[in-house]
């Protein structure tokens, strides 16, 4: 039903519909108290993880500077 109205529309068919979309049971909403830890916590994993090796690599090379 749907293919033939999507593979009209594509001029190559290159689109295969394998099931029918289904409409959950239940409405999904998003679990605050694990987004509230995990935003945190990921985040300040990322930029140690970034961070730190580019600080170390930007002091190796900078310069020294030598005492006149």
Do not use: C, F, H
Not at 15 to 39: A, H, K, M
């Amino acid at each position: 039903m749907y293919q033939e109205a999507i593979s009209s529309k594509m001029p190559d068919g290159g689109l295969i519909v394998l099931e029918e979309p289904v409409v959950p049971q239940l409405p999904v909403s998003p679990n605050v108290p694990r987004n509230l830890i995990l935003g945190p916590t990921l985040g300040l994993a990322l930029a140690l993880l970034l961070g730190l090796p580019v600080v170390w690599l930007l002091e190796r090379l900078r310069p020294a500077k030598v005492a006149p």
